[in-house]
């Protein structure tokens, strides 16, 4: 659990759902328990995805995958932990501060970003795709979009955000899901293996749907700029020195090199 | 998901966690969601330990294993599923009678009884050991009896038990969980492969440690009628007829055939 957890990453989940506490106007303690919780369920992914069964990944942020490393018995299970822990964390840990409605309300929207309508969907339809356009848009929203959407409007919840601003924030993210997904497309094609700490070219070589492939690399980076615009649009409504983190984070994901 | 998950099964699980909430005075609605949520725990607990690079079982409650139906890679990711939908289920589905308070501590009990302190710790441990006495109890403590302590402290939080209430029903669950283990490993040993709708002889034919193998059967079947005693005992503290539930679970327990 902690090989792949602290192996480093860009930890965009947490940094998001913290970002999206404060622009409500909450302390970003409030929130904290629920970003670790998106970052485990993030690894728990990563794990068992890597599996010979799934995407067979040797190489994972630099280092071997988890079941490279400890097999795959292990791997499986250090999934499983991570993705348990990850809700008793937030049911624990959370501040008694924040009212314990809202930290239900968390859990079911930290809970319907995993499993069947979430994460666990994306990689059913990863793993049977053929590659077509909706299978792309499917596969990104599940796999990728889900997760940095429960964050943002997890954050959003526990920082106590009325639901007009829990839906502006969602808005927010689902924009911020995308472009993420768009990017690491992009660097895909663009980088080595070294400079990303992954196998590069890997979607290119397999079946694998990529926006490159269906847009072309410079309508690929159109897209990317338009879905910049189109979040920070969403963040008109708050103060915009509260703001300010989640509409450069926008940005920051669209420039990204790795 | 559903493979699995409806394909029979005792329900121990959800059974106690439902006598635990009328117990304590609750309605049985009030602990539903709870049910649920223990079962499908408990059915992602076996899909991921039938897998090749665990227990390697092709065969359970007289129906392939869902990896031999499904493949492995959809098997992990139904189980994974199962894992968070249970705890999305809990957060989404308990009354709203119920105080969101005494939702989020029965979220922490269940995830507690399934991580890395839990059934997780447990297989973790199952499949490194040799089968001394030592790793036999950790083996079973955390395998069986947490989640069947989980569904019981969780039925009587959610029906809105005291706390001296709860640590009683906790001392219960926890001399039953020890008592449906024993049963099982006398069963192993004493039922063929079409009465249990199992592999029959499995853990005698492997290094696996079991009770009759440590205490011999006849003492096997002393123990057990031991934790009977033990398990009812705790139940002297409450209604008669609401408890009367339990001490029947207990001797049902302890004289199930499969």
């Given at each position: 659990?902690?090989?792949?957890l602290?192996?480093?990453g860009?930890?965009?989940?947490?940094?998001?759902?913290?970002?999206?506490?404060?622009m409500?106007?909450g302390d970003?303690s409030l929130?904290?328990?629920?970003?670790?919780?998106t970052?485990?369920i993030?690894?728990?992914?990563?794990?068992?995805?890597?599996l010979?069964?799934m995407?067979?990944?040797?190489?994972?942020?630099?280092?071997?995958?988890?079941?490279k490393k400890y097999?795959?018995?292990?791997?499986?299970?250090?999934?499983?932990a991570l993705?348990?822990?990850s809700?008793?964390?937030?049911?624990?840990?959370?501040?008694k501060?924040?009212s314990?409605?809202?930290v239900?309300?968390?859990?079911?929207?930290?809970g319907?970003?995993v499993g069947?309508a979430g994460?666990?969907?994306?990689?059913?339809v990863d793993?049977?795709?053929?590659?077509?356009?909706?299978?792309?848009e499917?596969?990104h929203?599940?796999k990728?979009?889900r997760?940095?959407?429960?964050a943002?409007?997890?954050g959003a919840?526990?920082?106590?955000?009325?639901?007009?601003?829990?839906?502006?924030?969602?808005?927010?993210?689902?924009?911020v899901g995308?472009?993420?997904?768009?990017?690491?497309?992009?660097?895909?094609?663009?980088k080595?293996?070294?400079?990303?700490?992954?196998?590069?070219?890997?979607?290119?070589?397999s079946?694998?749907?990529t926006?490159?492939k269906?847009?072309?690399?410079e309508?690929?980076?159109?897209?990317?700029?338009?879905l910049?615009d189109?979040?920070n649009?969403?963040?008109?409504?708050?103060?915009?020195?509260?703001?300010?983190?989640?509409?450069h984070f926008?940005n920051y994901?669209?420039?990204?090199?790795n």
């Amino acid at each position: 659990m902690r090989y792949s957890l602290l192996a480093g990453g860009k930890r965009v989940r947490p940094v998001l759902c913290l970002a999206a506490c404060e622009m409500v106007g909450g302390d970003e303690s409030l929130a904290l328990p629920m970003a670790c919780a998106t970052e485990m369920i993030h690894t728990m992914s990563l794990i068992h995805d890597d599996l010979p069964c799934m995407d067979n990944d040797d190489l994972r942020r630099g280092l071997p995958t988890n079941h490279k490393k400890y097999g795959e018995d292990t791997a499986i299970l250090a999934g499983d932990a991570l993705l348990s822990f990850s809700f008793e964390h937030v049911a624990v840990r959370t501040p008694k501060t924040v009212s314990p409605d809202r930290v239900v309300r968390a859990i079911a929207e930290l809970g319907s970003a995993v499993g069947s309508a979430g994460l666990v969907a994306g990689q059913i339809v990863d793993i049977a795709s053929e590659g077509d356009e909706d299978d792309l848009e499917y596969i990104h929203i599940h796999k990728t979009a889900r997760l940095l959407e429960a964050a943002v409007v997890c954050g959003a919840i526990l920082g106590g955000a009325d639901d007009e601003s829990v839906e502006r924030a969602r808005r927010y993210s689902r924009c911020v899901g995308l472009l993420f997904q768009v990017v690491d497309d992009i660097l895909d094609v663009t980088k080595s293996s070294e400079e990303l700490g992954k196998t590069a070219g890997k979607d290119l070589a397999s079946d694998k749907a990529t926006y490159p492939k269906l847009l072309g690399l410079e309508g690929a980076r159109r897209f990317a700029a338009e879905l910049v615009d189109r979040a920070n649009g969403e963040l008109a409504g708050f103060d915009p020195a509260k703001a300010a983190p989640l509409y450069h984070f926008a940005n920051y994901i669209a420039t990204r090199q790795n």
